[in-house]
């Protein structure tokens, strides 16, 4: 089993930044995969960024250029750096893992990007 428990949302202006954490139960680095969802009202969940074990990095679109995502092992947490915000970043944000064949969600930070 593990634990995600997100912090760091809130309102923000357009162009400005944020920094969601992601604090696991367990140390980042037995994960497999990390990675951060958005879910918009009315829409469906989509991934934002990934990260490997190995240190391989994916990102949407729409956030590259604007959004990184990075692990601490020693303070098993995942980050994701959001830069350059911009309102139809606005959702609810979520971190996940894969561990032991199994994917864990945390219960969502909301962030807002107000223009």
């Known amino acids: 089993q593990v634990q995600l428990v997100e912090s760091g949302g809130g309102l923000v202006q357009a162009g400005g930044s944020l920094r969601l954490s992601c604090a696991a139960s367990r140390s980042t680095s037995s994960f497999l995969t990390m990675a951060w969802y958005r879910q918009a009202p009315g829409k469906q969940r989509e991934l934002v960024a990934s990260?490997?074990?190995?240190?391989?990095?994916n990102y949407a679109d729409s956030v590259k250029g604007r959004f990184t995502i990075s692990r601490d092992n020693a303070k098993s947490t995942v980050y994701l750096q959001m830069n350059s915000v911009k309102p139809e970043d606005t959702a609810v944000y979520y971190c996940?893992?894969?561990?032991?064949?199994?994917?864990?969600w945390g219960q969502g930070t909301q962030v807002t990007v107000s223009s």
């Open positions: 990260l490997t074990s190995r240190g391989t990095t």
């Open positions: 996940s893992v894969y561990f032991s064949g199994a994917t864990y």
